[in-house]
């Protein structure tokens, strides 16, 4: 249900759901496909709403803004917890965006929970979850004044997909 508040832009519902979800661990954004990994999920949300899983904002800067979806079959803590805290973190960047001058508090509550979203999912293998949360903190950063670190996060990203890059063409890959 905080998935469809979140693709609804309903912000303000999906933060209290959401957090009633970390708080109770009950209802939490389901979907019906069998997965193991934060990155299947991402993508498979995605093919579930037909809907492109970033924006481009007004001033041109990327946003990945679509709710993470869990199967319904997820046993995992870390990636359900990790799932949870992302789209809290989504809801409230989301939520701050949607101002003209969006609250600072809104942001660092954002940016705290993307982080312990990160956090939980490290070391999982998860290559497009960190990329999306990565780019979420440097856009907040952005927002915040901090342009050295939102630099530093950008930064970090074009290394990582080069890098990708420069690994499938040495192994053949399209």
């Known amino acids: 249900m905080a998935v469809a508040l979140l693709e609804q832009h309903a912000f ?5 759901k959401l957090l009633e979800a970390l708080r109770t661990q009950k209802e939490l954004p389901i979907c019906h496909i069998a997965d193991s990994s934060m990155d299947q999920c991402m993508l498979l949300t995605e093919l579930m709403v037909n809907n ?6 007004p001033d041109h800067t990327f946003i990945y803004d679509q709710g993470i979806r869990l199967p319904s079959s997820a046993t995992d803590s870390d990636m359900i917890l990790a799932a949870v805290l992302f789209n809290a973190a989504l ?3 989301r939520y701050a ?12 509550k954002a940016k705290r929970l993307y982080e ?32 050295t670190q939102s630099i530093e996060y950008f930064e970090f ?13 040495q192994h053949g890959a399209c």
Do not use: M, Q
């Open 116 to 147: 312990l979203a990160a956090n939980v999912a490290e070391g999982k293998g998860d290559v497009l979850f960190p990329f999306a949360v990565i780019n979420n903190l440097a856009l907040i950063e952005h927002k915040l004044g901090n342009t």
């Open 91 to 93: 809801a409230y960047h």
């Open 157 to 169: 990203l074009a290394h990582v997909k080069n890098t990708v890059l420069l690994n499938d063409e």
């Open 12 to 16: 303000g519902s999906a933060i209290s």
């Open 97 to 108: 965006s949607g101002h003209k001058y969006p609250p600072p508090f809104l942001l660092h």
């Open 52 to 57: 492109k899983s970033s924006r481009f904002c």
